[in-house]
């Protein structure tokens, strides 16, 4: 054996040379199997209901546009049919984002609404997919989150103790804030049951009418109603903002070092041994409010109680933290720390429940009013 191995040395370097070729030419390629891979998209139209007076809600002829984030330039449109099925074949492997984007016309071309809705596919399997895309229309009145100020002022001594949370109301009616909870929530397996902090508004929840929001009017809560230009040791942030006149501010009794402004009411901590303010991370967060009816927290927050939720997160290809029916996307992909920057809706309370299409990205915060309408 030995001589043998001798005799064939002078040849390894071509022996290498073709165990490589075979390796190049055994990797799977990823033109391999394409013609197995196809995605079957049917629209799910149920939010719609109400444009259909109990019609079947179908919806033909709708442009589904697919694009594969791993190969840059490959995307495909292709139109429903008269069942509602979108039909994607010979698909490479990869990560796709399935959307929607139109202006319908429910009521015999008078006018248009917007439907718009996305859905994230990863192909990688040969058996064909078939799944549904969830279609939504802005509309569900009611209290919005409506901008949310996470990112902190420019600044080098990591400040963000300005940020607030923009509430909007988008209904016709007078809504009341009497005993609502604000909460921030960690990654959630079933619905709201990752409470990780909740304050909440005094009064009575449902019925009290202490604490009124007109029609269009917004509401800030700041972590701390202060004048966060001039801080404390008399150091300056000429990017920061004055939250002396916010209309609440999240106080926690617990932390000695929390501010309280007496000119401007409190939402207080009701979490037993949390200490710390309603501070919300500069990069992924989730945040909630719900009526108040439900604010027993350790077992999550009931669904039917929430009037809102938004998911931001900075980064494009976050994993979703909680599910469709709360949020179907995120927003504040590309939002910086230390930025200044802000997420908003792209009209006052403009709700698709899917934050990836209701929120842009503003490059200063707008507390108590909306951006394009100072
Ligand atoms: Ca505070
Ligand atoms: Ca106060
Ligand atoms: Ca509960
Ligand atoms: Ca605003």
Redesign the pocket.
């Known amino acids: 054996m030995v001589k043998v191995c001798k005799k064939l040395l002078p040849l390894i370097p071509f022996m290498i040379f073709l165990i490589s070729c075979m390796e190049v030419d055994e990797k799977p390629s990823i033109y391999e199997g394409t013609q197995e891979k196809h995605l079957f998209v049917y629209l799910d139209t149920t939010s719609l209901g109400k444009f259909f007076a109990g019609q079947s809600a179908i919806l033909s002829g709708i442009p589904v546009d697919l694009i594969n984030f791993d190969y840059v330039g490959f995307n495909q449109t292709k139109y429903t049919n008269d069942s509602g099925w979108v039909f994607f074949d010979s698909l490479l492997n990869g990560y796709y984002i399935a959307s929607v984007g139109i202006d319908y016309p429910f009521n015999n071309d008078l006018d248009t609404t917007r439907v718009t809705g996305q859905r994230e596919f990863y192909i990688y399997q040969d058996t064909p997919i078939k799944d549904t895309l969830t279609v939504r229309v802005s509309g569900n009145p009611g209290l919005k989150i409506n901008e949310i100020y996470y990112a902190g002022p420019p600044n080098n001594i990591f400040y963000f103790y300005d940020q607030y949370i923009e509430l909007y109301n988008a209904s016709p009616d007078t809504v009341y804030l009497d005993g609502m909870i604000v909460c921030r929530m960690g990654p959630c397996t079933i619905g709201a049951d990752n409470v990780t902090y909740i304050f909440q508004f005094p009064g009575e929840p449902i019925t009290g009418r202490e604490y009124p929001v007109e029609p269009g009017q917004f509401v800030v809560l700041a972590q701390d109603?202060v004048n966060h230009v001039i801080i404390q040791g008399g150091n300056t942030l000429v990017n920061s903002i004055d939250l002396t006149h916010a209309d609440w501010?999240f106080?926690n009794p617990q932390d000695y070092a929390d501010t309280?402004?007496?000119n401007?009411?409190?939402i207080v901590d009701i979490q037993e041994g949390h200490r710390g303010d309603f501070m919300i991370s500069l990069g992924s967060d989730i945040i909630l409010i719900a009526d108040g009816t439900d604010s027993y927290y350790p077992d999550g927050i009931d669904i039917e109680t929430i009037i809102d939720v938004v998911e931001y997160s900075s980064i494009s290809t976050h994993i979703k933290d909680i599910t469709e029916e709360l949020d179907a996307g995120w927003a504040g992909v590309g939002v910086i720390r230390y930025s200044g920057q802000s997420i908003e809706r792209i009209e006052p309370g403009f709700d698709t429940d899917n934050s990836t299409i209701d929120f842009v990205k503003l490059d200063a915060p707008t507390p108590g009013y909306h951006h394009g309408h100072e």
């Open positions: 109603a501010e106080v309280d402004n007496p401007v009411p409190n």
